[in-house]
């Protein structure tokens, strides 16, 4: 038998390291995430969409993580989920024992340098997206308001919650855009506590996630209790293919990319990151966990009771998507920051 040259004798001692050293690394995951307690910080009060989703999320994540550990729900909500966007950057454990779930605006607040902003979210190290979330202005269906004609006519009050949440900048964003004529009533804790409120006659309509609307009331369309009047996305949601995005409505070319710009968004959708920091182990470990939860039927189901599809993005995918914000021209920056609302 042919004996190795010094070359390929070094060559299979570094081969041994490194698959030594992978099963150390693997070895060294499962050791610090048995037994251990991960924190979910949801920057939403209880029973909204967000909320709900996040706690699906922590039902099952875990399984798929070496050491199974628990994971748990804090609630941290405040300036539609910055404050939790803010923590999650500067103080929360940069160990991957913390996990963020934040407005899917957050990304772009940054990027525009909103002044309450302490996070950059291209540090962030994200592991997944669940679905895309594209939210919709709704009017309950004793309003005046037939379509989104008339939005530019008439006055529609929608109940609103922090200023920096999507709830309370789409109509914004529309009313600087497009000049519909949505006022706001701010407020409200939460999405849930706003639809309550449209409900009540306290507000003609509210702007939230086609999941929220799903997620708590999945019979008001059906049973015609609301009206979609738009949607905003890119895309038309396959539910609502009659229903305009707010993309559609824009009249010229640098209109619609501000609102293209603004609602890619939801292409971030349902997401889910650590701290800044976390040994990449770590952050592989759940990246890949991420990625067997959201093909585990178990979660698929759970999902669906809530009336939420699965199409995820990978961790990677995710963090890609993120960076592309770099790549907007600098004038259609300029006039987003000109439009978009604090």
Same mark, same amino acid.
């Given at each position: 038998?042919?004996?190795?040259?010094?070359?390929?004798? !070094?060559?299979?001692?570094?081969?041994?390291?490194?698959?030594?050293?992978?099963?150390?690394?693997?070895?060294?995951?499962?050791?610090?995430?048995?037994?251990?307690?991960?924190?979910?910080?949801?920057?939403?009060?209880?029973?909204?969409?967000?909320?709900?989703?996040?706690?699906?999320?922590?039902?099952? /994540?875990?399984?798929?993580?070496?050491?199974?550990?628990?994971?748990?729900?804090?609630?941290?909500?405040?300036?539609?989920?910055?404050?939790?966007?803010?923590?999650?950057?500067? =103080?929360?454990?940069?160990?991957?024992?913390?996990?963020?779930?934040?407005?899917?605006?957050?990304? !772009?607040?940054?990027?525009?340098?909103?002044?309450?902003?302490?996070?950059?979210?291209?540090?962030?190290?994200?592991?997944?997206?669940?679905?895309?979330?594209?939210?919709?202005?709704?009017?309950?269906?004793?309003?005046?308001?037939?379509?989104?004609?008339?939005?530019?006519?008439?006055?529609?009050? /929608?109940?609103?919650?922090?200023?920096?949440?999507?709830?309370? !900048?789409?109509?914004?964003?529309?009313?600087?855009?497009?000049?519909?004529?949505?006022?706001?009533?701010?407020?409200?804790?939460?999405? =849930?506590?706003?639809?309550?409120?449209?409900?009540?006659?306290?507000?003609?309509?509210?702007?939230?996630?086609?999941?929220?609307?799903?997620?708590?009331?999945?019979?008001?369309?059906?049973?015609?209790?609301?009206?979609?009047?738009?949607?905003?996305?890119?895309?038309?949601?396959?539910?609502?293919?009659?229903?305009?995005?707010?993309?559609?409505?824009?009249?010229?070319?640098?209109?619609?990319?501000?609102?293209?710009?603004?609602?890619? =968004?939801?292409?971030?959708?349902?997401?889910?990151?650590?701290?800044?920091?976390?040994?990449?182990?770590?952050?592989?470990? !759940?990246?890949?966990?991420?990625?067997?939860?959201?093909?585990?039927?178990?979660?698929?189901?759970?999902?669906?009771?809530?009336?939420?599809?699965?199409?995820?993005?990978?961790?990677?995918?995710?963090?890609? /998507?993120?960076?592309?914000?770099?790549?907007?021209?600098?004038?259609?920056?300029?006039?987003?920051?000109?439009?978009?609302?604090?």
């Amino acid at each position: 038998m042919r004996s190795l040259t010094r070359g390929e004798r !070094l060559l299979f001692a570094a081969a041994l390291v490194s698959i030594s050293g992978g099963v150390a690394r693997s070895d060294d995951v499962e050791a610090f995430y048995a037994g251990k307690t991960l924190q979910m910080f949801v920057g939403y009060p209880p029973g909204g969409s967000n909320d709900l989703y996040a706690r699906t999320v922590a039902a099952h /994540l875990g399984k798929f993580l070496p050491g199974k550990p628990n994971i748990i729900v804090q609630n941290m909500p405040g300036a539609g989920s910055l404050v939790a966007a803010n923590f999650m950057f500067s =103080a929360a454990a940069k160990d991957g024992t913390a996990i963020g779930v934040v407005s899917q605006g957050m990304p !772009l607040q940054a990027k525009l340098g909103q002044a309450q902003v302490r996070f950059d979210p291209s540090k962030f190290n994200w592991i997944g997206r669940t679905t895309p979330s594209g939210n919709v202005t709704m009017v309950w269906h004793t309003s005046k308001a037939k379509s989104i004609a008339d939005a530019y006519n008439t006055q529609i009050t /929608l109940s609103g919650t922090g200023a920096g949440s999507t709830v309370s !900048l789409y109509p914004s964003v529309m009313n600087e855009v497009l000049n519909t004529r949505f006022k706001l009533i701010m407020g409200y804790k939460g999405s =849930a506590d706003a639809m309550l409120a449209m409900e009540r006659g306290e507000t003609e309509g509210h702007s939230t996630s086609w999941e929220a609307v799903q997620a708590v009331h999945p019979d008001w369309l059906k049973d015609g209790k609301i009206r979609i009047l738009v949607q905003h996305s890119i895309k038309r949601l396959p539910a609502l293919a009659d229903v305009p995005t707010s993309v559609e409505l824009a009249k010229t070319p640098q209109d619609k990319a501000v609102m293209r710009t603004i609602m890619s =968004a939801a292409e971030v959708g349902k997401a889910y990151f650590t701290s800044p920091g976390v040994p990449p182990e770590r952050v592989a470990a !759940l990246r890949r966990a991420f990625d067997k939860m959201v093909k585990d039927p178990a979660f698929i189901k759970d999902q669906e009771k809530l009336g939420g599809d699965v199409d995820p993005l990978s961790g990677e995918e995710l963090q890609e /998507l993120i960076g592309e914000l770099d790549t907007i021209p600098a004038d259609v920056i300029e006039r987003v920051k000109a439009v978009y609302k604090e």
